[in-house]
């Protein structure tokens, strides 16, 4: 459902008939059955609207006042539903979408500097040898001090084969280091790290979802089968989710054609469906363990459902966030758009794994700083329901993992001076410290610079270095806390690092070595295979697809 109209004035008259095609919109015969009511509210909202836009003590953005009332509408309604500004919907498009063109960066401004957060590899920038917290200094000519992240995001992308001068401020370095970028397309990758653990064990994350996120997952299943892959690891920690069909295309495949993915269910017409895999799957016996976190979401939690109810795997981690809310995105006038709860999914089990709300949210969205045996709370044992062998599974609250094993850091459950380090990128400032040996992309005179090599270990030494580092830099430094927390903090050191030089899959390798929660998840396979077996042998005796036992 869409709607193209131009916001093209701000008058009273003009902003009640856009009020008035959203609303209508969204609310479809209701609103039509009840013109009536429907036209006193929006003579209330107008009237109020007249009253400040000509008797406020200062002049106001009507704009900005119809943006907030739309806002303030939705978060009466639930946690999810939001209003989306044109610039953050074309955000959102650009990510669903997954390309753009540009120089492969993710930027954000710190203290004034137009400062790199991330970027892609194989992206121009990353072929030029941009790194992780350089500093664009420099755009064109121009001094970028001061700019806002649109404006540098408008001065750095352009179309193909385009050029862009820019010059960078790198900590180590003296002076500017200049870069001429040719602009390309980029693939925004949800697939972060696909590789071979050993000789069977295969590894791959999936960051989120995207249009290209089944496509992608099959190119690195294909990968690592070709490689010897006869076990699978499929991690969808901090996985937000993303849209609905890639979440059914993804389970798809490690399901039976047939089998129940995730029904939905709501008011509006077409909103109860039921999806099944449609395809048959070349990985319908690939003995399979999911890693989830208190920050899986939404279509991770899909995916996660799916293989718990048809125990085609099993599920290690933290309960999952509890989002089971089925979010349609509308377009609206002048490019907004709305993010607007349509449904609720359930499993294939038949559980609703939404978690309760207050009428603030608060309790809602702190879930990710609470305790996981405070978590164990959510569980409605009067929400009980059976997988597809016959073992109890919950609603409540998300997806409640076979294996607990808490660690919301990568894994690690640190101290909470650990995980101030880590919510405030001390390793990655670390890092920026290190360069690659052999890496000649960019030359000049760098001082106080350590170099290390493909495979280096973090020594005593360097722990101790990052320790003077943060004592430097204005962190507060818990002598316990930092000695309890010396296994986190060494795998940290090693993974931000490895991920500003050697790339995501050397980091991710190397990471897992060490990753608590993978290494519970890497002695389970005999366990999941058991437990894979038994359901395909229920299914060949006649058992029904929808999880409930005959």
């Known amino acids: 459902m869409q709607i193209m109209r131009t916001f093209r004035s701000l008058s009273v008259a003009v902003i009640a008939v856009l009020l008035s095609a959203v609303v209508g ?27 400040i836009e000509s008797e406020y003590v200062e002049p106001v953005d009507s704009t900005r006042l119809v943006y907030g009332a739309i806002d303030g509408m939705l978060k009466t309604l639930d946690p999810h539903s939001s209003f989306m500004d044109p610039r953050t919907y074309a955000q959102l498009r650009e990510r669903q979408e997954g390309r753009y063109y540009g120089l492969g960066i993710s930027i954000v401004v710190v203290d004034g500097d137009i400062t790199v957060m991330q970027l892609f ?31 540098a995001v408008r001065e750095l992308r352009g179309e193909k084969g385009t050029t862009v001068k820019i010059g960078i401020r790198r900590s180590g370095y003296e002076g500017l280091i200049d870069l001429e970028v040719e602009r390309d397309e980029i693939n925004i990758p949800t697939v972060r790290g696909a590789f071979m653990i050993d000789g069977e064990r295969g590894y791959i994350r999936l960051g989120d979802f995207s249009e290209t996120s089944n496509r992608e997952l099959g190119d690195a299943l294909q ?23 890639q979440a059914i295309k993804v389970a798809n495949r490690f399901l039976a054609r047939g089998q129940m993915v995730v ?14 895999a449609t395809e048959a799957s070349e ?8 890693l989830v976190n208190r920050n899986s979401a939404s279509a991770s939690e899909i ?5 718990q109810d048809h125990d085609r795997g099993l599920i290690v981690g933290e309960r999952t966030f509890g989002k089971a809310l089925v979010q349609s995105v509308y377009r609206i006038s002048g490019g907004a758009g709305l993010a607007l ?9 038949g559980r609703l794994i939404q978690r309760p709300w207050d009428g603030s949210f608060d309790e809602y969205f702190t879930y990710a700083l609470k305790d996981q045996e405070q978590a164990r709370a959510l569980r409605n044992d009067a929400d009980l329901k059976y997988t597809d062998t016959g073992r109890k599974v919950f609603g409540g609250g998300g997806i409640e993992p076979d294996r607990l094993v808490a660690g919301p850091v990568e894994g690690f459950d640190p101290t909470r001076s650990g995980r101030i380090l880590y919510a405030r990128q001390a390793f990655e400032r670390y890092a920026e410290r290190y360069s690659a040996d052999g890496d000649t992309r960019i030359a000049g005179q760098a001082q106080n610079r350590q170099v290390v090599a493909r495979g280096f270990t973090v020594t005593d030494a360097m722990a101790e270095d990052f320790k003077a580092f943060l004592k430097r830099e204005g962190f507060k430094v818990e002598e316990a806390d930092f000695a309890r927390d010396v ?17 995501v899959d050397e980091a991710r390798r190397n990471l897992i070595g060490q990753d608590p929660q993978a290494q519970v998840a890497l002695g389970l396979f005999a366990e999941a295979e058991r437990l894979t077996q038994m359901a395909q042998s229920r299914a060949t005796r006649g058992r029904g697809g929808d999880g409930q036992p005959r």
Do not use: C, H
């Not at 609103?31 to 209330?44: K, P, T």
């Not at 990985?283 to 999911?290: A, E, G, K």
């Not at 296994?487 to 790339?503: H, K, N, S």
């Open 263 to 276: 029904y939905t269910r709501g008011r509006v017409p077409n909103s109860d469906q039921d999806y099944r």
């Open 283 to 290: 990985s319908i016996d690939l003995p399979l363990v999911v």
């Open 303 to 307: 995916v996660a459902g799916a293989i």
């Open 25 to 51: 919109g969204l609310l479809g015969r209701t609103a039509l059955a009840d013109e009536d009511q429907v036209a006193r509210e929006y003579r209330v909202f107008t009237s109020a609207l007249a009253a």
């Open 121 to 151: 590899e194989g992206s121009p920038a990353y072929r030029k040898g941009i790194r992780r917290g350089d500093v664009i200094a420099r755009v064109s000519g121009q001094d970028a001090k001061g700019w806002t992240s649109d404006k």
């Open 487 to 503: 296994p986190f903090v060494r795998a940290m050191i090693r993974y931000q690092i490895d991920l500003a030089l050697f790339g």
């Open 223 to 245: 990968k690592l089968r070709a490689q010897g892959m006869k076990r699978l690891v499929l991690d969808l920690r901090d996985n937000p989710g993303g849209p609905l069909d």
């Open 341 to 349: 709860t349509t449904g609720r999914y359930y499993t294939p089990s």
